[in-house]
């Protein structure tokens, strides 16, 4: 599956937003992105129209099962990721900012190695 890093990111805030308040809208994606409300409209109707979300009638988006896999995957990645940087001596900012880079290139083989390195497999 080749999907860019930007829809990555839009689809692992949407699972983001969808656990923390139940529900999705554009604006809680532009508020929590700091992107505008413009070109998350333009980002949410390629994700739409990829089969990665659908919108129901109120503007709630949803994720579809394709959507839903790679958002589930990049927020894994993310997780474990920052949470080994910081155990092992980086800062959470930064942490946090390199797991962002790492999650999107590191092969499914060097990640799994990672996971079982760190005892989380």
Not at 36 to 43: F, L, Q, R, Y
Not at 45 to 62: C, F, P, Q, V
Request: aromatic share 4%.
């Amino acid at each position: 599956m080749n999907i860019h890093e930007s829809a990555e990111d839009y689809l692992e805030s949407i699972l983001i937003l969808e656990e923390e308040n139940g529900s999705v809208r554009s604006v809680d994606i532009a508020n929590h992105m700091n992107f505008s409300k413009p070109s998350i409209s333009v980002a949410m109707k390629h994700l739409r129209e990829s089969g990665y979300i659908a919108m129901d009638e109120n503007g709630h988006i949803h994720l579809l099962k394709p959507g839903r896999e790679i958002a589930e995957r990049i927020y894994e990645r993310h997780k474990t990721i920052s949470n080994w940087l910081v155990s092992i001596g980086v800062d959470r900012k930064t942490a946090l900012e390199d797991a962002c880079k790492i999650e999107h290139v590191i092969s499914k083989e060097s990640f799994e190695a990672l996971k079982r390195h760190i005892g989380e497999n």
